[in-house]
């Protein structure tokens, strides 16, 4: 059977305020880039997918990157995962990560959108799988704030969309300071939820050691990141030493940090970043890979098509649900009881917002 061919590729960047400021020890963020990624079928099938590289100053390399790279598949029948291994190929003298990776990831992330649709399915129905809602929990906010305020904003985000655990970012100078978010946040979610917590990387191991080791009867969910992500030996150590179970994986670029990481026993849980892992397909390898080692995997941003990976993800675990990417899409995904809802449309579902293009548009 013949499939329709890749024709061209649109890319856009937006800058687009965050509702509530990102305030974590790697910096604060008030913005938030996100590279809106089209590509146009033979038939006229258009796949979408997004990404959001974190620094804007370096989406215009991005895409002269994506640019390049999708000159391999152009005029050719599409094959996601096909295009995906080639790429990576191509790709090996710049590297299985960084920028070059985060291309590739954008591309397939619009080539997996554009095959569903061709084929009249949501993307997890294209990749086995069925439409169903996604245990999720709130992570839009409750950050290094004042440890006062975090009680009103535990409340909401537990409303927001009736979800029964959210995360909390932990680190600051004291750890009375840590107690005292613990406590005021605990007292908004009630006893019947479930807290993760999040050191984003900014302790050394000594520091760990103490911190962690103070806060493992809190009853927490899981450790996030408590030192460096490329600190293998730490977090082996963190890991023999606490009961709590120890979380790392936004920072795996490509499956290859997956495998290392789990082959080297270094976290209870993984938690893959869709741009950072190299998009659907890499999610697919990585998936696979937790399960060989029967370890839980959950997501980091990108709850859309995240969503739809972990409903084939055999080990799945928590999805993580943030606010920050609504503005650009027409039909955010919803919320109920906790679950992020897959719409039952075709590809992903997603439509870029043409008023937040129209207002945030990046240019150089
Ligand atoms: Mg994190």
Redesign the pocket.
């Known amino acids: 059977m013949k499939k329709p061919l890749v024709k061209s590729l649109s890319v856009i960047t937006v800058n687009v305020p965050l509702e509530r400021p990102i305030v974590a020890s790697l910096g604060t963020f008030e913005y938030w880039p996100y590279m809106l990624i089209e590509i146009s079928l033979s038939d006229g099938t258009i796949g979408k997918g997004y990404i959001g590289p974190y620094l804007v100053n370096y989406t215009q390399t991005i895409t002269l990157a994506m640019k390049e790279l999708f000159k391999n598949f152009q005029n050719r029948e599409i094959a996601p995962y096909q295009f995906y291994n080639e790429g990576l190929n191509h790709l090996s003298l710049l590297g299985r990560s960084g920028i070059a990776l985060y291309a590739l990831a954008g591309l397939d992330i619009a080539f997996w959108d554009a095959s569903s649709k061709i084929c009249n399915e949501p993307l997890c129905v294209h990749l086995g799988g069925s439409v169903d809602k996604v245990k999720a929990y709130n992570s839009s906010g409750l950050w290094l704030d004042h440890p006062q305020t975090l009680y009103d904003e535990a409340l909401s985000l537990i409303s927001e969309g009736n979800f029964d655990a959210v995360k909390v970012r932990l680190g600051r100078k004291k750890l009375d300071e840590d107690l005292i978010a613990i406590e005021n946040v605990k007292k908004g979610i009630g006893v019947n939820s479930e807290l993760l917590c999040?050191f984003?990387q900014c302790l050394s191991l000594p520091q760990a050691i103490h911190r962690l080791n103070d806060l493992d009867e809190q009853g927490l969910y899981w450790f996030?990141?408590p030192i460096k992500y490329y600190e293998f030996e730490g977090y082996k150590e963190l890991r023999k030493r606490m009961k709590t179970p120890i979380i790392l994986g936004?920072n795996f670029h490509g499956f290859d940090d997956a495998f290392a990481a789990l082959k080297n026993q270094i976290s209870d849980f993984i938690?893959p970043d869709l741009l950072r892992i190299g998009g659907v397909s890499a999610w697919l390898k990585t998936a696979s890979i937790a399960e060989a080692f029967q370890i839980s995997v959950s997501s980091?941003l990108y709850h859309e098509v995240s969503s739809h990976l972990m409903r084939v993800t055999p080990t799945a675990g928590y999805l993580e649900w943030t606010r920050w990417s609504n503005i650009i899409l027409e039909e955010p995904y919803e919320l109920s009881d906790g679950h992020v809802v897959i719409p039952n449309k075709i590809g992903t579902g997603i439509d870029f917002n043409k008023e937040t293009i129209k207002k945030y548009e990046y240019k150089y």
């Open positions: 999040d984003n996030e990141e936004e938690m980091h």
